[in-house]
């Protein structure tokens, strides 16, 4: 791949500056195809003609550079011409940006002065089938392009009276730099997906204006406005209003997210490319006239995936609940599944990943996704097979963390029980491995998960005073995980047929050891987890315990509890609790922030309090996917659409009305086919059901268990 073409830099003093590399070329006779493969050190944008090569965006993506860089391939046919000339604008992206925000000042400096790079080829074929191939090399020429400034969590600056100067073409430099880290594209591609609106333009009581687009997306706004020459266009993001309804970002931390454009003469639209935000409102600190509503949309940016979950309730806000942990996703799928859009993170946060990766996998296709990231999740792992809480890596300092580094061996496990595709397995059964072992070297004491750092059951709400971490127990936690690791490295060593033999021995040591140390469990997560990952020796009493627990305190949990909460209530006989937590809409719950008017998922229970005031300005977004996993109760218990194959091969439909939410449709549209399962209530006690399965499968309804063969059935009871 790109054998010809030869890194190149622009070797500019001023790195702020996205430099535009240039080349010029005729087209040869009976030029047949031309195809370009193309990466850069950054991101970049790529114009043949003045027209862009693809819809793609924020290529060539994030991947564990130096070891994973991808290389696009597009067919720019179409847009030859007899003369040529191709431009690439490079940014800094996140290879050059400085992540995470809070990275010490000599680091930020180290990946602020990084050079760009290009690495390209252009190859042309004639209807003979001769090829002739352009590539980078010292031929090429670069130029400053009026994008002064871009960055991943400060946003852009630029000046489109540049675009119709006359620019200094200067050339350009050879870089050393290795290609045995080229990759062609793996993960599925970001585009431009959706356009959002204005929704309402207004003044806040501060007297700042605001543009209101309704709905938080990750991405950027488009604006048009009529201005003169040397005018000044700025805005930033925020995502929610204050308490007294002004414009409000502290929450955005150290991220400036903010949109500076020098205008040039006359009407123009602009759209920001090499950066991008999470939002809903932005705060208009600069704009000549008067600003319309039509001015404004916002542009939702993310990874494209096929939608395969379809979700509709008899409840409205449990509707907007719905819509919300589809947005999250949406909004955090960019590239690689992130934390939250918005801060001075929006980093591949593996814990996240983990509790989120069922529910994901549900609401769309996300196979190819996560088999890049998981790919770079092996690539990032250290030696010792730990797996660092962020991948790529860009928190090294940070030790592996158990429910974290977990991902290793929840997210491969998870995709298969989805797409029941076995290369999966095959792929990363030496990662997944690599961290079961890694937690039997590091453990104090054999057989569980002693020591280290963790975080716990992150944000349960049973913290002491000034911590994040909810009171469970961190050893019990990173132990019950550990057995849950080995768990599932030995199903998946029995798929694969490997000699798991040594691992059949250590689950039984490491279930015997947890019951022993631990015969009794203090909160609601340890009860989750004794009795989700099967450790507990009486599990019906541990659920019985959970379940009057949840009742006497409310519910607690934090990131490691809430995923599994509602499925072991389920699980246990406890549906109607289930139903009560998914419905109430106190604080804490989910409906809590839709009844407050959250658009996406929170990353805190109570991000905005009763009040309208914040519970804190450090931890606060309030679009963080990991609550929103509990999307899958609703298909697999709500709806009943459990796969008692991988890949939904074979089904089973047992679905968990309830009368409060009125009526449940929900389709999954699986790789072995459809499948629908809805439920109506006709009155207080008759529901009617409409199952719709794709081969033969189990269907469990309150007064009967029967075996049907593919078809739709409609049944009332
Ligand atoms: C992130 C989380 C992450 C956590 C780990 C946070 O700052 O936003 O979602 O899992 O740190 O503790």
């Known amino acids: 791949m790109l054998e010809m073409a030869r ?13 535009t590399f240039q080349r ?9 195809s031309a195809v370009l493969q193309i990466t850069a050190l950054g991101v970049y944008e790529a114009f043949l003609n003045g027209m862009r090569v693809s819809e793609d965006v924020l290529q060539p993506g994030w991947t564990v550079y130096g070891k994973r860089l991808q290389v696009q391939t597009y067919d720019i046919t179409h847009l030859l011409q007899k003369e040529n000339t191709l431009t690439v604008t490079v940014g800094r992206g996140w290879m050059r940006s400085p992540l995470a925000g809070w990275t010490s000042n000599e680091k930020m400096a180290i990946r602020r002065d990084m050079p760009d790079g290009l690495l390209a080829e252009i190859c042309l074929t004639d209807n003979t089938g001769n090829t002739a191939v352009i590539a980078t090399d010292e031929n090429w020429t670069c130029h400053e392009s009026p994008v002064r400034f871009a960055e991943i969590y400060d946003g852009e600056i630029y000046d489109a009276r540049l675009e119709d100067s006359l620019i200094e073409q200067r050339s350009v430099t050879l870089l050393e730099r290795i290609k045995e880290d080229l990759i062609p594209q793996e993960g599925c591609p970001v585009r431009e997906c959706e356009i959002i609106p204005a929704s309402h333009i207004f003044t806040a009581p501060n007297g700042e204006t605001i543009v209101d687009f309704g709905q938080e997306v990750t991405g950027w706004v488009r604006f048009s406005v009529d201005a003169h020459a040397g005018d000044t266009v700025s805005f930033d993001h925020a995502e929610v209003l204050d308490q007294d309804g002004n414009f409000y970002n502290a929450n955005y931390r150290s991220a400036k997210a903010k949109v500076t454009y020098t205008c040039r003469e006359g009407r123009q639209t602009h759209t920001p490319h090499l950066t991008f935000f999470g939002f809903r409102y932005i705060r208009l600190l600069a704009w000549p006239g008067i600003p319309d509503i039509h001015d ?13 979950g379809f979700i509709r309730s008899g409840h409205a806000l449990l509707d907007q609940l719905i819509s919300n942990i589809f947005w999250s996703q949406k909004d955090n799928f960019l590239d690689i599944p992130t934390d939250c859009p918005q801060r001075d993170e929006r980093l591949g946060w593996t814990g996240d990943a983990a509790a989120f990766v069922k529910a994901a996998s549900l609401n769309y296709d996300c196979e190819r996704f996560f088999a890049k990231w998981l790919n770079d999740l092996k690539a990032e792992q250290y030696p010792d097979g730990g797996v660092p809480v962020v991948v790529p890596n860009v928190l090294p300092d940070i030790p592996p963390s158990a429910a974290w580094g977990d991902a290793a061996v929840i997210c491969p496990w998870q995709l298969y029980t989805t797409y029941g595709n076995q290369e999966i397995l095959e792929h990363q059964y030496s990662s997944m491995k690599a961290w079961a072992d890694y937690i039997t070297s590091v453990t104090h004491d054999p057989y569980l998960w002693t020591g280290g750092i963790h975080f716990g059951d992150w944000l349960g709400l049973d913290a002491p005073a000034g911590s994040y971490k909810g009171s469970s127990r961190e050893d019990l936690i990173a132990s019950a995980y550990y057995a849950n690791a080995v768990s599932i490295l030995i199903r998946t060593g029995r798929i694969l047929q490997r000699d798991i033999s040594s691992y059949e021995h250590l689950y039984e040591e490491i279930v015997h050891t947890f019951r022993k140390t631990y015969p009794v469990y203090h909160t609601q997560t340890e009860h989750v987890l004794a009795y989700a990952f099967h450790l507990a020796e009486d599990r019906q009493k541990t659920a019985d315990a959970l379940a009057e627990m949840i009742r006497r305190d409310g519910m607690c949990t934090g990131f490691v509890g809430t995923p599994l909460l509602l499925h072991v209530l389920t699980e246990a006989g406890y549906t109607s609790l289930a139903w009560d937590l998914l419905l109430n809409e106190n604080y804490p719950s989910w409906l809590y922030s839709v009844r407050l008017g959250a658009t996406t998922t929170w990353e805190h229970w109570d991000g905005i309090r009763e009040d309208g005031s914040f519970w804190s300005t450090d931890m606060n977004s309030f679009n963080h996917y990991a609550y929103g996993s509990v999307i899958d109760w609703v298909y697999e218990k709500a709806a009943g659409i459990q796969p008692l194959e991988p890949g939904y091969r074979r089904i089973r439909i047992a679905p968990h009305p309830d009368r409060r939410a009125g009526m449940l449709s929900v389709t999954l549209d699986t790789h072995s086919g459809k499948i629908i399962s809805s439920w109506k209530y006709l009155d207080d006690t008759h529901v009617r059901y409409e199952i719709t399965v794709p081969q033969e499968s189990e269907l469990v309804l309150p007064d009967r268990t029967m075996t049907v063969r593919a078809g739709t059935y409609i049944i009332v009871i």
């Open 296 to 308: 404004f949309e916002a542009i939702a940016v993310h990874s494209v995936m096929k939608q395969t």
């Open 7 to 19: 890194w190149i830099t622009s070797n500019t003093d001023d790195k702020d500056i996205c430099m």
């Open 24 to 32: 010029c070329f005729s087209m040869p006779e009976c030029c047949a």
